[in-house]
């Protein structure tokens, strides 16, 4: 299953845009890199690259376990919020590669609550909504890197 996170406007492909640059991952807050760090841990990769769906920031591809972030969404400022959006799939695809939603009750503004559901209904499949909405919600949380380690040690396994 392909979850990806919101898909750049226009018609070019972000493989024209941007090439993949494994140093991004630098460019991530402190506490980020050692969220990325705990996920390679527990056996997912990261790449700092145009994911395989074309126009997207950012994608999780569950079947090899694999985080997407195109260093496009860095240049537009949003890479640690993308990064955010695709580790919550890779949380919510444990135990068993199916993503299930986490479960979260999050305290959402109206305003970005309605923006939240204007990009579901326009840009995501029905099937995928309530991934993409726990996705979406917490990636503007103040703990949010809390919650995802909580949920991390909680739903899936260290690998090795």
Known sequence: MLI?????????SL???????????????????SLARDLERYGFRLRWAPPPAARAYGQYVSASRTLWVAPIAF?????????????????QSCPD????????????DPVVRQEIGGILTTSYHHGSRLLEQEAFALQGQDDAVARLRAALKARCRPSG
């Open 4 to 12: 990806s996170a919101p898909f750049l406007p226009g018609n070019g």
């Open 15 to 33: 493989r024209a845009q941007a090439s993949a640059d494994p140093q991004l991952s630098a460019r991530l807050p402190p506490e980020l890199r």
């Open 75 to 91: 240049d537009l400022g949003i890479g640690p919020q993308t990064f955010l959006h695709e580790a919550v799939h890779a949380v």
């Open 97 to 108: 590669g199916q993503l299930t939603p986490i479960g979260w009750r999050l305290r959402l």
